[in-house]
């Protein structure tokens, strides 16, 4: 399939979950990630937001709000260990809205992660939404899908195709989207990774 092609169908059904209901994302004025994060990540609990969402589209979204920039600039390094192999570094301007999960930031940074919830199919067989994902979702390099789908009784990478109804994609890799604003977030100041792509979308209208 034409990547633009599969771009264009995400958009799609990204525009169509934002209009659902938002009483189907969760709302928690700090960050709830798992302890697993970096110890460095800690101070900044209370400085995050957690959106957990349940529509067409799910995982967790955690936004983390810098003021300073010398704050931000420590935290970076840290941020960077929890992107997934393989997966880009997204460059938003500030203010920057989440269709999927209906929030704003000023500025900082957004990390979406897989929902870590359980998916039940009508066969009995239970499914984790969260790592350790199946071989059967890895690229032959290792490399995890952005979103999978369930079928016959495992994940499979999202081909991005039309889904069945009653089907989500669930989110697999942790992607971390960057929020600048040249000031707190100032490109020119710190290091990007050099092995993972760069989706700019500072300029998208």
């Known amino acids: 399939m034409k990547a633009w092609f599969r771009v264009g169908l995400i958009s799609a059904l990204t525009v169509f979950v934002s209009t659902l209901a938002f009483s189907r994302v969760t709302v928690s004025n700090t960050g709830n990630w798992p302890d697993s994060w970096p110890e460095e990540l800690e101070r900044y609990r209370t400085q995050a937001r957690t959106f957990g969402v349940g529509h067409g589209i799910q995982e967790t979204v955690y936004e983390i709000h810098f003021h300073k920039r010398g704050e931000f600039e420590q935290a970076w390094p840290h941020i960077l260990k929890l992107k997934s192999k393989g997966a880009p570094l997204i460059l938003q301007k500030s ?4 269709n999927v999960s209906g929030s704003t930031a000023e500025t900082g940074v957004r990390i979406l992660c897989p929902s870590g919830g ?9 499914l984790e939404a969260g790592p350790p994902w199946p071989e059967s979702v890895r690229s032959p390099s290792g490399e995890i899908p952005e979103y999978v789908v369930p079928k016959e009784g495992n994940w499979v990478p999202f081909d991005g195709k039309e889904l069945t109804t009653g089907i989500f994609l669930h989110r697999a890799r942790i992607d971390i ?11 020119n100041r710190i290091p990007l990774p050099p092995d ?10």
């Open 196 to 205: 993972s792509p760069i989706i700019d979308r500072r300029f998208v209208k």
């Open 95 to 98: 203010p920057s809205t989440y």
């Open 118 to 126: 359980v998916l039940g199919l009508p066969d009995g067989t239970r």
């Open 177 to 187: 989207v960057l929020i600048t604003d040249g000031k707190v977030v100032d490109l």
